[in-house]
T-cell receptor
Framework: DQQVKQNSPSLSVQEGRISILNCDYTNSMFDYFLWYKKYPAEGPTFLIS?????DKNEDGRFTVFLNKSAKHLSLHIVPSQPGDSAVYFC????????????FGKGTKLSVKP | NAGVMQNPRHLVRRRGQEARLRCSPV?????VYWYRQLPEEGLKFMVYLQKENIIDESGMPKERFSAEFPKEGPSILRIQQVVRGDSAAYFCASSPADGNYGYTFGSGTRLTVV
């Protein structure tokens, strides 16, 4: 029973174009959402987050959008760069500031030069 | 190095042996989380610990797995009598006590059971 779903296992985009990674969730009690980036043989690294009281958060080339009514969030990367090629995990948290994170299965992004 | 340190990076065990995975959190972080990643899967929560206390172990298998985070020293994830299905990457993360929402992850321990 997956509470956080990333339905696209992979995504390929051209350098300079926009990458859009999607994530759906089922638990309306989630109050915080995060995106992590993972290179092979390394641990995930925190990328960007959004509170459930907001609908958008932007940090440089990265923007996360949250649609609570649809229980959907997306990560936009623009412009995409070859160094962005990695696996991106969506994560959600419930249970207060120290609740554990629930991760999706990840989307492998490939940015072609 | 101010990051989360996990060792060993790679661990090979024969079926029936014990595996001990170590995690030193970021200095000053008092919360530790263990996650497991099976091939082609996402990160699955296992256990959340604070110093000397297990806060949430809802993701831990009921048998053979245990975790501790002693007052002194690293957090240890222990797997007894390993089986092939335990082969996975095990990631540790830490966070401070002040409600920081983003964890810092270690590079993981890749356990292979032969």
């Amino acid at each position: 029973d997956q509470q956080v779903k990333q339905n696209s296992p992979s995504l390929s985009v051209q350098e300079g174009r926009i990458s859009i990674l999607n994530c759906d969730y089922t638990n309306s009690m989630f109050d915080y959402f995060l995106w992590y980036k993972k290179y092979p043989a390394e641990g995930p690294t925190f990328l960007i987050s959004i509170s459930s009281i907001k609908d958008k958060n932007e940090d440089g080339r990265f923007t996360v959008f949250l649609n609570k009514s649809a229980k959907h969030l997306s990560l936009h990367i623009v412009p995409s760069q070859p160094g962005d090629s990695a696996v991106y995990f969506c994560a959600a948290r419930s249970g207060g500031s120290q609740g554990n994170l629930i991760f999706g299965k990840g989307t492998k992004l490939s940015v072609k030069p | 190095n101010a990051g989360v340190m996990q060792n060993p990076r790679h661990l090979v065990r024969r079926r029936g042996q014990e595996a001990r995975l170590r995690c030193s959190p970021v200095k000053g972080h008092s919360h530790v989380y263990w996650y497991r990643q099976l091939p082609e899967e996402g990160l699955k929560f296992m256990v959340y610990l604070q110093k000397e206390n297990i806060i949430d172990e809802s993701g831990m298998p009921k048998e053979r797995f245990s975790a501790e985070f002693p007052k002194e020293g690293p957090s240890i994830l222990r797997i007894q009598q390993v089986v092939r299905g335990d082969s996975a990457a095990y990631f540790c993360a830490s966070s401070p006590a002040d409600g920081n929402y983003g964890y810092t992850f270690g590079s993981g321990t890749r356990l292979t059971v032969v």
